[in-house]
């Protein structure tokens, strides 16, 4: 028109063209992009590698964190262990077991009250650690002192208690402390009708007597014979056994400390020591004299004239 050529093509607009695309363009475009069932399948097999592969690590990487919670928590009930003593005219926290009362029956004062074997109630009271209970008023000693109770039960701990409600429940501690530390009812129960010769700990001034660094503190206890607060192991020359065994959870290890303060996990070399986790209690097992039991007895305690 006018002498002016047109711009305009005859192709079709608005919704024409649209429509028109819709039904050339996209079912080329999606035939060309799907994939093949074999494609699929070697998707799936590079997933399932990748996981392979993944998951470990991922699982390594867990254990390790709760392996580092557990050591955290026993470095903040070692300097409760420490604080308790500088705030009592020297005594360390009193490490009573519950089978020692007194003539009403009652707990000796203690920092762990009750037993915590498969089946007991007080084993998932928390004021057995950190005190609160009117009934109980001399355990928990440490309470003062922690953030929290669940600093006395291991992270790595899955193990529970069923009670007579039926219900299970977590228990509420997995360690113990040298039984040789802040109580004779262990020393008195292993003499034999000797006279005392094991070296006790009740005060702050007996482990600067002893100079003993390494004397074992808090340690990690197996789910199936933990029973008291205070670990007790066999220590003369007519018994060697673990009667309160070693934790293994950590890759069979265990987190010890120490009264130097320092913290570690310690790792079992007998394939005894690493005990499956039944869900029933046991008192003990007999070691003999080897290399576990040998490296724990060597740092609860030690007789002064030990030659056997």
Request: hydrophobic share 40%.
């Amino acid at each position: 028109m006018n002498g002016v050529r047109s711009t305009r093509s005859d192709r079709p607009v608005g919704d024409h063209w649209g429509s028109a695309y819709q039904k050339l363009v996209l079912p080329v475009t999606l035939a060309g992009s799907a994939f093949s069932l074999v494609e699929l399948l070697v998707v799936v097999a590079i997933i399932a590698i990748l996981a392979g592969l993944l998951l470990p690590a991922l699982a390594a990487g867990r254990r390790q964190a709760l392996a580092a919670n557990c050591v955290s928590n026993f470095k903040q009930l070692q300097m409760a262990w420490y604080l308790y003593g500088g705030d009592n005219n020297d005594w360390l926290v009193p490490n009573d077991p519950y089978w020692n009362r007194d003539a009403s029956s009652q707990y000796l004062p203690t920092w762990g009250g009750g037993r915590v074997s498969y089946g007991e109630p007080q084993g998932t009271n928390n004021s057995m650690l950190v005190g609160g209970d009117l009934a109980q008023p001399r355990v928990g000693l440490l309470g003062r002192y922690v953030t929290t109770a669940k600093l006395f039960r291991c992270p790595a701990d899955r193990s529970t208690t069923l009670l007579n409600d039926g219900r299970a429940y977590p228990r509420n501690r997995s360690c113990a402390m040298n039984g040789f530390i802040g109580t004779l009812a262990v020393v008195e129960g292993l003499d034999w009708g000797t006279p005392l010769f094991y070296p006790h700990v009740l005060k702050v001034h007996d482990l600067d007597s002893l100079q003993r660094s390494e004397l074992l503190v808090w340690s990690d206890i197996h789910e199936d014979y933990i029973s008291s607060c205070a670990m007790n192991i066999p220590d003369n020359q007519y018994v060697q056994d673990f009667e309160d065994a070693p934790g293994t959870r950590h890759n069979k290890a265990a987190a010890i400390s120490f009264v130097d303060g320092h913290v570690e996990l310690h790792r079992w070399v007998e394939a005894l020591t690493q005990q499956p986790v039944t869900g029933k209690f046991k008192g003990g097992y007999v070691t003999g004299r080897n290399r576990d039991w040998l490296w724990l007895r060597s740092r609860m305690t030690r007789a002064p004239s030990d030659q056997w």
